[in-house]
Structure formats: structure tokens, C-alpha cells
């Protein structure tokens, strides 16, 4: 599991504050979303809600957590963890900063081709 | 898994069902449950859920995930051996095994047999028939629901609770309803003759067809059903045909394996079946010659079956009072007890108010109550439940009885809550999720839980039919010590301050930034959330017009987006259509930008215009853009501002026209498009009282009359219907337009985000509104002057300005180069 491929998705500044973008490609034919906070954190997860896969890149960012569109589900950034009392979680993704380049850590074997 | 080995009793639960695996929970909970290893046998492939919720999931209130009581990760965690899909076949008390229907053969040590009943099945020709079905596990309502989308006719035989919620759910999904009752009236054993009526009454006006006195004979059909014949020659179509007559104890397996059974299988006090190592609970159960239909019971079962498996040898079963309820959303109605006087010494007391639709019986017996019919107002219920269960001499408090708790008890107003302090903490005040005052009280202590909103979430009490709500509020004050009561509901869980400090404060300190706002009123997270971002957002650009800066990232995907996110991901786009008039070349327009870019739907909308659904989110900017050249702008359909203006065709056409409402409707839609608003506003303009536009259910309606134009407000033809308030009738278009402005502009100075105009005015009164806008002639030309001034900030098509690169990042995808 260690050998992770890193994928460049362009500069911070490609990303709202407080807001996501989805990527082009996806992971294991799931979608990814790269978040960022309004402290300039960012994240990536599978863009989908563990309820009923609403499209979490189209929520509402407030401090480290994404409001999911679709019910209202509040998922943490960091963890992909749904708050309570909803139960469920989501697919984080490995993402690094590098002279201002976001990269996305891709498993080798699913890396696209 | 190495059985042999275990040290542990086994205990076989057959049945994965309501009573079985609540046994089970209450089981866990006690220290003598640690001697057992558990098997449960369910017939049906699924977990164990909530059957209850089954009308919830067939009206679309709920879905089966949400009434989904534990997961398969619970069993993992208690070590539970659950096997789904495979029946038990046979108890073999000589080897003591159980057998299961694929094979799986299991040494047993105590068995609970919890096999629920089965729906009675008479022998109908026809039944069976594909399209034909009952209603009790999800597979009767996975078959409910795929007819509901192919087909259009269900009849549904019994007019009893679950023939009515089956109907319901039905005429939810769209089918058009009859309902076969063998009776004279629906749910006669729960209701008398006159409560049954008015539910009929009720019903029939929610377009339920009733059969009364109806016997089937046959359901017709070849390959599916086609319609049921009734013996007294009435014949009715149908595509669907639910059969929900009743049910019977299920005891094939008890009685196979020589267990005493009757009706069902026969338990004593200790929930022990003919064999002490054998144990039953549930609706297969009889218990002194009596057996069960709703869980409430089920629960005191589970306890006592449970205490006595843990090896408690003093816990003993007793059948308490039980009160009936039909989880129809508007219909309410209960019942405990006698229906009706029974002998000579019996008195019954009745009230009826057949214009309110309210109907009330109790039955009084050597000064107790034995029997209580609630129609219509229900809020009692539980009390008088209370006095039955209690048996309470009633006799000083008779004549005001029938009258409700606050009257007979002489509360002070405001009092007139149930009385929970003094319930035991055993006492049960969910029955649809079996939670007692112990459970809600331990939680709301123990997480610090503050809101209803927040007890449901984490004790489930009074989030399936609602109907113990006013307990659990009431024992959330007792709990908090009344703190609830008093504090106006704050905006969300960030602050303390409601909705209209904020607004006032927003304007008196002159607050023009959300940090501001929020620094000001103390919040305790910094950014906010969810809930207040939205609302702050849009009480600073109602305040600040021109000045603030909206925060895109403050809005709902709708509203950033400009268009309506769909189920898919893929979004929805309405332009506007002034007044619900166009032209050929907006026709042609829309036709061209459906073709070009592959749109799956187009659908004339509820509100007169045109809908393009499965957009894109990536073909937003250019379908606008196209739009927009032929001079097209967006309809707002997804935001908290003016959406439709509907008009009919008035005097211009039509022979019964006295004004050109289309016309006005156009004036009034050119005005107030664009701006933001606290919830959506609707219009319309009717050219004469028969109402064509239906303007009499609108945000704002306007109803020519040959002296001039009625103002209506506050309507609403959504989730509760309401009609709409006259406000004033006046000479001329300019007075129309004059008063429009000004009633946007209090609504939107005055309103709660997320309140649409009905609750608004439900809230503050039309005298208040009144006296706003009639009234103060000089306050009225004011407000309308600052609607228009904020309308020249609020009047720029948001697509146009996309369609020319505006936010393009949110509608393209990372990375923006295909080969980064
Ligand atoms: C498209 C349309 C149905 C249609 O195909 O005809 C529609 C579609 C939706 N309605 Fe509606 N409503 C539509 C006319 C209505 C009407 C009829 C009318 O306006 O005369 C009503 C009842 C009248 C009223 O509002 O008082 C109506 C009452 C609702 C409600 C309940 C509002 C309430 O206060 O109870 C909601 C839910 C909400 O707003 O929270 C809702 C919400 C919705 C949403 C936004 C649901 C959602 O959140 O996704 C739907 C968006 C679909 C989309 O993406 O386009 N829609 N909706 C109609 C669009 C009219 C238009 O041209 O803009
Ligand atoms: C649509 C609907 C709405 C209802 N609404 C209400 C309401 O509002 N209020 C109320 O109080 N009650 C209501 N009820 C009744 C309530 O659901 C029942 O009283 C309750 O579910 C009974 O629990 P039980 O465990 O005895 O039976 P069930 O919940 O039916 O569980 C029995 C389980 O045993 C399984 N089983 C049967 N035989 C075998 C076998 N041989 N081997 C293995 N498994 C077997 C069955 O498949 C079933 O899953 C409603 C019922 C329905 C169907
Ligand atoms: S409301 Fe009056 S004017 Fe309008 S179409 Fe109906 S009858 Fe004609
Ligand atoms: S899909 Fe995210 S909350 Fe329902």
C-alpha cells in the first residue's frame, strides 16, 4: 500500500476559500473533491456522502467540516466522519502541498492510466 | 467458530423481527445476559427494522435505511450469530435443535420463539395473482412501490389501521385509491360509529374512494389483477390489489413441536411457553386468552422475557390499557378502552363540533374511566390514557372531563402541558420506539442535549409518528428546568440569538460583515455553520444593499450554482416567462439550446413556464448563454426570491375579464424579479374572482374585480395549505405595484430566514400587516421606496453574467489542464 502515486491538480489558488472542486478523475471509479478551509486547510475526500452519495464538493464549508447538499449531513474534513447522531463515513484521500502545487496521492494500481 | 467449546448457554431467538430482537436489546443491558451465546434465525433477508415505519417508507417519508433498527456491524459487535433469509423448520425438543429451512441445524438451551403473525388470507379466488399482495414485511412494500410506478388503480381491501395507512401510502405515490370495507364504518373496532364517519369523511376528501359494507368475492385477471368483485354486484378495476384484513398469530413451528398452543402460543406471566426452556414474545403470543397487535405491550414483554432468561424469577407480564393511533399526516385520532357504554351503569359523554371536525367520547364506569374516542384533537390522549391505566376516581372532575385536562384540571394557561414530572421513569412515552422517561432523561443529561430536534435524533422518542411530541418536549423542560420554554429559538446551535436580535442588531450597530455580526453576538463558532451562514448572508444584503458583498460560499448549491441540483448531480434550468406568456422565437430558442446540448426533459412547470431538466453542470454557462441571446434570464426556480408570477388571460381575451391581469402580472413580475428574499415568493393575478391563477393560495395574489384590484396575502398552496388574508382592494395598477413593493419590502425586513410569507403572517397577525401597509399610508411609501432601491442592486441576470466567465471555476473540474 505503499507505493502511492502523486498526481498534480494545479495550484491552491485553483480552489475557493471555503469551497471544492471536483477532480477530473476519479478513484476506484468514485469521485474525488478537493475542499478548502477558510483557514486555508485542505483536504480531499470521495465526493460522496456516506447517506446517499450527495455530491459533498456542492455543500457548504465551515471550519473543517462540508454541509452534504442533498440532507443536510455534517461530514468532518480530516476524518470523512459523519457527526452525530448521523453515522457513516467517507473516503479521505491523500493530498499534499508543494511550491504552491496541490497533488492528490493515488494507490499505484489505480492511478489512471 | 468454535461452539463446542463455549462455555456459554445457547439461546436460539426464531424470529428477527420487533419483539424478538428487542427481547434481545433488553437482554444485553442486563448482567445476566453475559451467560448466553446468541443465534437469531430471520425469515426475511434484511436486518431487523422497524415495521412500524413500513407506512412511513410506502408514503415516502421515510426510507428503508432510516428505519433500519440495528445494522449487521451490531450483530458483529454483540456477538450475535444472525442468519437472514432462511426460516427455522422444525424444533426438535428430543435432540434439542432447532432446523432451519437451507439445512443449519443448532443445539439449542433456551429458545424464543418471536415469529410475529401472518396477514389472514381468506380463501379469495384470485389472490395471488401477481399484483395482488398484503401488507407486512418490505417486500409487500417493494411490491406496493413498483406497481405505483407502472400502474395507476389500487384497491385495498380493510379499513382497519393497516388498510388505511397501505391506502394512504398508496394515494402518496400517486395511484388513485378505493378502499373495500366489510363494515358499515372504517377501523370499528378502535372507533365508534360517529369518530368513524368523520375519518371516512376526512379521507374521502383526500380522494380515497370508500366501499363500505363491501364483501369480496373475487379478484378478476388473468395474468395480473384486474379488478375486485364485490357480492353485492359492485365491480371496481384495479391494477393493484392490497389484501389488509387482519392477522393471525403465527404458530406453525409451536405447534409442530407439541407446545400448548390456542389462538396463539400459549404463555403464562413469565412470558414461558408449555416448555420452561422455551420462551415466546410478540404478536405470535397469547397471554390469558389475549393477543396483540401493536408493540406497546410487545415492549413490557421483551422486558419481562428478558429478565426472566437473565434469571430474575420475579419479573411477571401484565396487559395494561393500550391506546390506537393512525399515522396518517392530518388525521388524528385515538382511542383507549370501551368504545362505547356497556351495561346499564356505564355513562358516555360526548362532544361534537362537525364544523371544526372535532369529535369527543369517553365512557365512564363507577366513577372511573374505562373509555376514551379522540377526533381531531388529540393532545389529550395520553392523559386520559393515564386516568384509564390508573384507574383514577373521576368522579369530582366528571362533567369537565370530556372538555381536556386544562379544564378539568382548572391549569393556569399556559400550563396545560402533560404532567411528566410525576411519571415514574419506567413510564413509557414513545410506543413506536419503546423509549421511557428513564431513556429521554438519561440522554438529555448525560449528551447535554437542549433541543426536540436533538432528543429525537439521539433517543428516536418521537421521531416516528410525532405523536408523544408535547411529552418529550414536556420532559425537556422538566429536564433543562423549564429553560426551553422560555428562550425565543436561537438561529442555530453557534448563538444564543434568535432571529430578530440579530436583524435588529444588524441594523442599530451597524453590522455589515458576517465576522462582524457574529463577533457581536458572541457566537461559538467562529465560522459558523450551515444553518446561520445562509441567514446572515441574506440579513446583511437585506440591510446593506449595494454596500455588502454576497458570500457565494453562504449559499445553498442551488442558489451559487443559478440552477436546481437534481437528484443525478445533473441541475435543472427555468428561465423566466413574464407573467407565463412567450413568444414563438423564446419557444424556438429553448427548443434549440434542449436539442444542442442533449437535454433529457423539458416540462411545462406548476408555475407557467418551462423547465429544462438533466443539465449539465458543465453545459450551465453555455446554455445560459444561449438563453440569453435571445434575450431570456434566469427564473430564479432555485432561489429564496420572487420564482413565478402566474396570470390567466383576463380582459384581453377572455369574456368574464374585468383588468388585464396578464398584463399586471407581467408589471408586477418586472418589479420584483432579482431580489432576495427570506424564503421563495410566489404571485399571481386572477382577471375575476373565478380565479383562474389561483391567486387566492399565493405569497401575493391580486384578483381583479370590475372597481378595481382585491390584494390577498400570505397564501400558500405547499406543505400546509393555507388561503390567503385579504389586505385591501384598490383603484389602480400604481396602488397594485405600491403595495406589492411595500409587502416585499416588510416580509424581507421582517421575516425569519427560511419563513415563507403564510407562517410569517400566522405569526405576526394580518392586523400587524395591516397596519403596516394600510394604515400608514407614509410608512407604507417608504418601505416601498427602499424595495426599490435595493431592486436596482438585485436586477442583473446572474446567467448572463456566468455565460461571460463569472465564477467559472464552479463549473469546470480540477485539473483545469487535461495533461497537468
Ligand atoms: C419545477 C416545479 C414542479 C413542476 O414541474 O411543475 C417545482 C419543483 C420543485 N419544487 Fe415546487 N415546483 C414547482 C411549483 C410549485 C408549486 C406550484 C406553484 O408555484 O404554483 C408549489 C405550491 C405553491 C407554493 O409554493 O405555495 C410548490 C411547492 C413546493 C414546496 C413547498 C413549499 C411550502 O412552503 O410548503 C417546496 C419545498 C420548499 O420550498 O422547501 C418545493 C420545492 C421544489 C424543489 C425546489 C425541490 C428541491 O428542493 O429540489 C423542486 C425543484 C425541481 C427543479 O430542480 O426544477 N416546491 N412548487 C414547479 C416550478 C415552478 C416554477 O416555474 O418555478
Ligand atoms: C404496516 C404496519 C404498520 C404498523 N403500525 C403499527 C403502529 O402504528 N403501532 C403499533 O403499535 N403497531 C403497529 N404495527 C404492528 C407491529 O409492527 C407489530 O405488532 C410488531 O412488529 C410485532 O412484532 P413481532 O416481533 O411479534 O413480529 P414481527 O415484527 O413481524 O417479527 C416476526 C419476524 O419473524 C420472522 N419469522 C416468522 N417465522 C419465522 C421462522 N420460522 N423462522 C425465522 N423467522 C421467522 C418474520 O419473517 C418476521 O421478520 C404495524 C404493523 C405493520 C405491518
Ligand atoms: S379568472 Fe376570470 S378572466 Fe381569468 S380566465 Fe378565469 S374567468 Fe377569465
Ligand atoms: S446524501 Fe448527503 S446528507 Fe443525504
Redesign the pocket.
Same mark, same amino acid.
Given at each position: 500500500m505503499h507505493d502511492v502515486v502523486w498526481k498534480k491538480i494545479g495550484p491552491l489558488s485553483n480552489i475557493p476559500v471555503r469551497g471544492a472542486r471536483r477532480l477530473c478523475f476519479g478513484l476506484g471509479g468514485k469521485p474525488i473533491a478537493v475542499f478548502r478551509t477558510g483557514e486555508d486547510k485542505f483536504f480531499a475526500l470521495v465526493d460522496e456522502c456516506p447517506h446517499k452519495k450527495g455530491p459533498l464538493s456542492e455543500g457548504i464549508v465551515s471550519g473543517n467540516t462540508i454541509t452534504c447538499p442533498l440532507h443536510n449531513w455534517v461530514i468532518g474534513l480530516d476524518t470523512g466522519i459523519a457527526a452525530e447522531p448521523d453515522e457513516g463515513k467517507t473516503q479521505t484521500v491523500p493530498v499534499k502541498l508543494e511550491n504552491g502545487e496541490l497533488y492528490i496521492g493515488l494507490e499505484l494500481e489505480r492511478a489512471p492510466a | 467458530m468454535n461452539m463446542i467449546s463455549d462455555p456459554r448457554e445457547h439461546l436460539v431467538v426464531?424470529?428477527? =423481527? /420487533?419483539?424478538? /430482537?428487542?427481547t434481545v436489546e433488553e437482554l444485553l443491558k442486563l448482567p445476566g445476559g453475559k451467560r448466553f451465546r446468541i443465534t437469531v434465525? =430471520?425469515?426475511?433477508p434484511h436486518v431487523?427494522y422497524n415495521?412500524?415505519m413500513?407506512?412511513s417508507v410506502l408514503a415516502g417519508d421515510k426510507s428503508i435505511d432510516e428505519i433500519v433498527i440495528n445494522s449487521r456491524e451490531w450483530y458483529a459487535e454483540n456477538e450475535i450469530n444472525l442468519i437472514t433469509g432462511?426460516?427455522?423448520?422444525k424444533i426438535d425438543r428430543e435432540t434439542r435443535t432447532v432446523i432451519?429451512a437451507s439445512g443449519v441445524e443448532v443445539r439449542y438451551d433456551k429458545i424464543l420463539i418471536?415469529?410475529?403473525?401472518r396477514p389472514l388470507a381468506p380463501p379469495i379466488p384470485g389472490l395471488g395473482l401477481p399484483g395482488t399482495c398484503a401488507?407486512?414485511?418490505i417486500a409487500d412494500v417493494d411490491k406496493m412501490l413498483a406497481a405505483a410506478k407502472t400502474h395507476k388503480r389500487a384497491v385495498v381491501i380493510g379499513g382497519g389501521?393497516?388498510g388505511l395507512?397501505?391506502a394512504w401510502g398508496l394515494k402518496q405515490r400517486g395511484m388513485s385509491v378505493a378502499l373495500v370495507h366489510l363494515m358499515p364504518t372504517l377501523m370499528e373496532r378502535q372507533l365508534d360509529a360517529a369518530a368513524g364517519q368523520l375519518l371516512q369523511r376526512d379521507l374521502d376528501r383526500r380522494g380515497i374512494a370508500f366501499f363500505t359494507d363491501g364483501q369480496t368475492e373475487e379478484i378478476t385477471g388473468t395474468d395480473r389483477a384486474e379488478g375486485v368483485q364485490l357480492a353485492d354486484g359492485r365491480f371496481i378495476p384495479a391494477d393493484l390489489v392490497v389484501l389488509a384484513i387482519g392477522i393471525r398469530p403465527?404458530i406453525?413451528?409451536a405447534k409442530a413441536a407439541d407446545l400448548e398452543v390456542n389462538r396463539g402460543i400459549v404463555v403464562t406471566d413469565d412470558m414461558r411457553t408449555s416448555d420452561p426452556d422455551i420462551f415466546s414474545? =410478540?404478536?405470535?403470543v397469547e397471554h390469558r386468552g389475549a393477543v396483540? =397487535?401493536?408493540?406497546?405491550p410487545?415492549w413490557d414483554q421483551a422486558k419481562v422475557c428478558a429478565s426472566r432468561l437473565a434469571g430474575d424469577e420475579t419479573a411477571l407480564f401484565t396487559s395494561r390499557a393500550l391506546a390506537?393511533?393512525l399515522?396518517i399526516t392530518g388525521v388524528d385520532v385515538f382511542s383507549a378502552g370501551a368504545l362505547m357504554a356497556e351495561g346499564g351503569d356505564d355513562d358516555e359523554i360526548t362532544l361534537r363540533d362537525d364544523n371544526r371536525g372535532l369529535y369527543k367520547k369517553i365512557v365512564v364506569r363507577d366513577g372511573k374511566l374505562v373509555g376514551a374516542v379522540l377526533y381531531g384533537d388529540v393532545a389529550d390522549g395520553q392523559w386520559y390514557l393515564g386516568l384509564i391505566r390508573d384507574k383514577t376516581d373521576i368522579r369530582e372532575m366528571r362533567d369537565k372531563l370530556v372538555f381536556g385536562r386544562a379544564f378539568a384540571e382548572s391549569l393556569p394557561p399556559g400550563k396545560t402541558g402533560p404532567d411528566t414530572a410525576s411519571m415514574p421513569d419506567d413510564a413509557q412515552i414513545c410506543?413506536?420506539n419503546g423509549v421511557s422517561k428513564g431513556s429521554i432523561v438519561c440522554a438529555i443529561k448525560d449528551k447535554g442535549l437542549v433541543s426536540l430536534s436533538q432528543v429525537r435524533s439521539h433517543t428516536k422518542a418521537s421521531a416516528s409518528?410525532g405523536q408523544c411530541t408535547n411529552l418529550v418536549e414536556a420532559i425537556l423542560a422538566d429536564t433543562l428546568g423549564g429553560a426551553v420554554e422560555k428562550k425565543a429559538p436561537s438561529i442555530c446551535e453557534c448563538t444564543d440569538a434568535g432571529h430578530d436580535a440579530v436583524r435588529q442588531g444588524i441594523v442599530a450597530q451597524s453590522l455589515k460583515t458576517m465576522g462582524a455580526v457574529r463577533a457581536a453576538f458572541g457566537w461559538k463558532k467562529p465560522e459558523g455553520c450551515h444553518k446561520c451562514r445562509p441567514a446572515l448572508n441574506y440579513y446583511l444584503i437585506c440591510a446593506w444593499p449595494g454596500e455588502y458583498s454576497d458570500d457565494s460560499r453562504s449559499r445553498f448549491i442551488n442558489e451559487r450554482a443559478h440552477a436546481n441540483i437534481q437528484k443525478d448531480g445533473t441541475y435543472s434550468v427555468v428561465p423566466r416567462m413574464w407573467g407565463g406568456v412567450t413568444t414563438p422565437s423564446e419557444l424556438h430558442a429553448i427548443a434549440a439550446v434542449a436539442e444542442k446540448f442533449n437535454i433529457p426533459t423539458v416540462k411545462v412547470t406548476g408555475g407557467q413556464r418551462i423547465d429544462l431538466l438533466g443539465v449539465k453542470k458543465e453545459d450551465l454557462p453555455a446554455v445560459w448563454g444561449d438563453l440569453s441571446k435571445a434575450g431570456m434570464v434566469s427564473g430564479h426556480a432555485y432561489a429564496k426570491g420572487l420564482r413565478t408570477v402566474k396570470t390567466c388571460v383576463g380582459s384581453e381575451w377572455c369574456r368574464f375579464g374585468t383588468q388585464d391581469s396578464t398584463g399586471l402580472g407581467i408589471k408586477l413580475e418586472k418589479m420584483c424579479w432579482g431580489s432576495w428574499t427570506p424564503h421563495k415568493v410566489k404571485f399571481a393575478v386572477s382577471g375575476c374572482p373565478r380565479n383562474c391563477a389561483e391567486a387566492t393560495i399565493k405569497d401575493l395574489g391580486v384578483v381583479c374585480v370590475e372597481a378595481g384590484y382585491d390584494l390577498l396575502v400570505g397564501g400558500n398552496g405547499g406543505v400546509d395549505v393555507r388561503v390567503t388574508d385579504p389586505l385591501v382592494r384598490v383603484a389602480t395598477e400604481e396602488d397594485v405595484l405600491e403595495y406589492t413593493g411595500a409587502f416585499m419590502q416588510l416580509y424581507r425586513e421582517e421575516a425569519h430566514y427560511l419563513e415563507r410569507t403564510a407562517p410569517w403572517i400566522a405569526r405576526v397577525g394580518i392586523a400587524y400587516v395591516k397596519k403596516r401597509l394600510v394604515d400608514d399610508a407614509e410608512g407604507r411609501r417608504s418601505l416601498n421606496a427602499r424595495f426599490l432601491y435595493s431592486q436596482k442592486f438585485s436586477q442583473d441576470d446572474p446567467w448572463a453574467a456566468r455565460a461571460g466567465g463569472l465564477d467559472a471555476q464552479e463549473f469546470t473540474k480540477l485539473p483545469e489542464l487535461a495533461d497537468a
Open positions: - | 426464531i424470529g428477527n =423481527g /420487533m419483539a424478538g /430482537m428487542r434465525f =430471520g425469515a426475511e431487523n415495521r412500524i413500513l407506512s432462511d426460516a427455522v423448520k432451519s418471536a415469529t410475529g403473525s401488507f407486512r414485511d389501521l393497516l395507512e397501505a403465527n406453525d413451528l414474545v =410478540g404478536e405470535c396483540f =397487535g401493536l408493540v406497546a410487545i390506537t393511533s399515522k410506543g413506536c409518528c
